[in-house]
């Protein structure tokens, strides 16, 4: 009787096997395993599983060997390039080499993180270059072109990702010249695309799986037919990612930079024949006037877009706006078809021009239904229309559930590519996919209803390793002095624990605000002694995480990180690098959100509670996501302080907590400063 893939997962992960020789530090957990087998069983049976594995489960470990061993093509999605990059540069290679495999393994990444080698070229000769220090940081990117082979701007040392730069270097789906490119042979992109299609393991990110479904130009159309296995880590974030992609966006910057290209092709191919200073003028003025409209708003407001014009803006003159928008557009694509013949920007342009037409006259129109509409302000505007979730896209275009696979919009790939999906492996995992045993909060949103549903626990020892301290007497959340007191509490744990303090916040106003107050805390220190206080924003966040892990080493004082946002997750600094974390309050979303609003007012047209249903178990999840910063290891010690009273005074506190790792409780000041001592005692030790 043949071996069954169960047989040879089982073998793999036993004490003594393939693993444990492969890596020093693996030993045979429960929980790692049994997510292993129920992976096995998902492969050979076809189906969706979704698997809730705590913090020190090795749930990477748990899907690859199965997913290796099965012999069958897979696609591995995850949350961001940084963690695409360490599951191809080092989990990958490192399983590959231990099981003896012969398997091809590559990495597929969106366009804009790749060298485009044409508009390198373009910038070479663009004389509006950002900056003054552009030039040199071009230079050195010009030098490494030389010596690439995958073009991925990751491999470039130095390279913030926010230098103005980029988007000079890089094409997107609007600006790429496709087959008429002169450097069409040689680019990366296609290179890592077709590396993909001949591999057997292809490992792409969230972004990209679901801007392909949007627009279906990335490959996938024809890599995902050909894939047995399909594999979402870090999927607690798919909802979020996908419904950035499955509607429409317009944004005056996106107007701007074509008015730019417009204006850079038209003198450089066809100065004279057509009246290109005109033209741009008017996508300049229309995306101005559009701007003006809005009138003086905060930087990341978001405004309520309910009938024909956002809320508090006048409608006549923002509809006005919109239709000088399309028309300078269509203006626009009327020129550019004269001289279409003269070069490839110029067919480019004009299907450009077009489609920003197009999507001009979309928010003229009254909104979909089930999506929702808002403006985002900031120094430019961007008009957003989104889907509130991602469930139907997933069931019908994903999954293949209900409507079928037919194809919505006559796609060459999808009507070629169409085998019957029911033998396909789908996995869906996380540490945090929701607060309740079946994971309601993930499965949702996501269409994954009758899915396989699998809670493996972290295997730490939470008691004995962390602490929970609830502070009693404290300002209330949207007390004037919150803010103050938790800097104060955060100083004073971190100046007895030399830095090593991760303090996440749940706005940018508090960010600032603790920062600042923390600062001058340290200020009465002893400047040897002193921690460096690092603020999210005033460094590119791989620096600061890079800087935060360095610590206290060699004897200097150590770090306190104040961040928000992107931070609750996906930062790890395991060891005594990071022994308290403070969150200033619960995580709750913005009410005033529109995507938040619209979400609730459908469950309460449900007759559901929006705050049962929806803002506790998404306050559930963040705070689940910001506490398992704390400990990474078998071997880490800590303190979480949750400076919110709500914890323990209301009735929902008890959900929000029972969803927290199972932490021993500090129930006092003294309880706490006694907790730091002993952290700071060990330390010394």
Same mark, same amino acid.
């Given at each position: ?279 741009? @003028? ?153 607060? /309740? ?131 609750? /997750? ?48 998404? @306050? ?66």
């Amino acid at each position: 009787m043949s071996e069954t893939l169960e047989d040879k997962v089982r073998d793999a992960f036993a004490q003594g096997g393939v693993l444990s020789r492969a890596a020093e530090q693996f030993r045979e957990r429960s929980g790692q395993t049994e997510m292993a087998l129920a992976v096995a069983r998902t492969i050979e049976d076809g189906g969706v599983l979704v698997v809730e594995a705590g913090t020190g489960v090795g749930k990477t470990f748990s899907y690859l060997v199965p997913a290796l061993l099965s012999g069958e093509r897979v696609l591995l999605s995850t949350a961001t390039k940084t963690l695409q990059d360490q599951l191809f540069g080092r989990d990958l290679p490192r399983l590959v080499e231990a099981l003896e495999l012969p398997v091809r393994t590559a990495l597929l990444k969106g366009r804009a993180s790749y060298l485009c080698l044409h508009r390198l070229d373009l910038a070479r000769h663009d004389a509006s270059l950002p900056e003054r220090g552009s030039l040199r940081t071009l230079a050195k990117i010009e030098q490494w072109s030389k010596a690439t082979r995958t073009g991925d701007l990751a491999e470039l040392p130095g390279l913030d990702e926010r230098s103005p730069l980029i988007p000079l270097i890089t094409s997107t789906r609007e600006n790429c010249l496709g087959a008429q490119c002169p450097q069409f042979k040689p680019c990366h992109v296609n290179l890592a695309r077709r590396e993909a299609l001949a591999a057997d393991v292809v490992v792409i990110n969230h972004h990209l799986f679901f801007a392909d479904l949007a627009v279906r130009e990335t490959g996938m159309a024809e890599l995902l037919p050909t894939v047995s296995v399909v594999v979402f880590d870090e999927a607690h974030q798919l909802n979020e990612t996908g419904v950035q992609f499955l509607g429409a966006q317009l944004g005056s910057g996106q107007a701007l930079d074509f008015a730019r290209d417009l204006l850079g092709a038209g003198l450089q191919h066809a100065r004279g024949l057509v009246d290109w200073q005109q033209l741009v @003028a008017a996508v300049e003025r229309a995306a101005r006037e559009l701007r003006l409209a809005v009138g003086k708003q905060w930087p990341g407001t978001k405004l309520r877009w309910v009938g024909p014009s956002p809320e508090g803006i006048d409608a006549q003159a923002w509809q006005d706006a919109l239709e000088a928008l399309q028309h300078a557009f269509e203006m626009a694509a009327e020129g550019l078809d004269t001289v279409s013949e003269i070069s490839p920007d110029f067919v480019r342009l004009y299907e450009r021009a077009q489609q920003l037409a197009k999507r001009a006259a979309r928010f003229a129109l009254p909104c979909e239904t089930d999506s929702v509409r808002w403006v985002d302000v900031g120094t430019q505007l961007r008009l957003v229309e989104s889907p509130l979730d991602i469930a139907e896209a997933m069931r019908t275009r994903v999954l293949k559930i209900g409507s079928g696979a037919a194809p919505d919009d006559g796609d060459e790939h999808e009507a070629r590519a169409a085998p019957e999906d029911s033998g396909r492996a789908w996995v869906f995992t996380s540490a945090t996919l929701g607060d /309740e045993p079946t994971l309601r909060w993930f499965t949702e949103p996501c269409g994954l209803g009758d899915a396989e549903v699998l809670r493996v626990q972290s295997p730490f020892d939470y008691a004995a390793q962390a602490g929970l301290y609830v502070p009693r007497a404290f300002p209330k959340p949207n007390d004037a002095a919150h803010s103050a007191r938790v800097a104060q509490l955060a100083a004073r744990g971190a100046a007895e624990l030399g830095g090593r303090t991760l303090v996440l916040t749940t706005t940018l106003r508090a960010l600032r605000a603790i920062g600042d107050e923390m600062k001058q805390q340290f200020e009465r220190l002893e400047a040897d002694v002193r921690p460096e206080v690092l603020v999210q924003g005033e460094l590119p966040k791989r620096v600061l995480m890079d800087r935060f892990r360095e610590g206290a080493e060699g004897g200097r004082a150590g770090c306190v990180l104040v961040a928000s946002a992107s931070f609750w /997750e996906g930062f790890d600094a395991p060891g005594d690098a990071l022994q308290l974390v403070v969150i200033d309050k619960l995580p709750f979303p913005p009410p005033n959100d529109p995507l938040v609003e619209a979400r609730s007012q459908r469950l309460e047209a449900q007759g559901r509670s929006s705050f049962s249903d929806y803002s506790l178990p998404e @306050a559930a999840v963040a705070l689940k996501q910001g506490a398992g910063r704390l400990i990474r290891r078998e071997t880490d010690c800590g303190v979480l302080a949750i400076c919110d009273t709500r914890l323990v005074a209301m009735g929902y506190g008890r959900r929000l907590l029972a969803a927290l790792p199972p932490m021993r409780r500090l129930e006092s000041e003294a309880d706490f400063e006694a907790a730091i001592g002993e952290l700071r005692n060990s330390l010394s030790a």
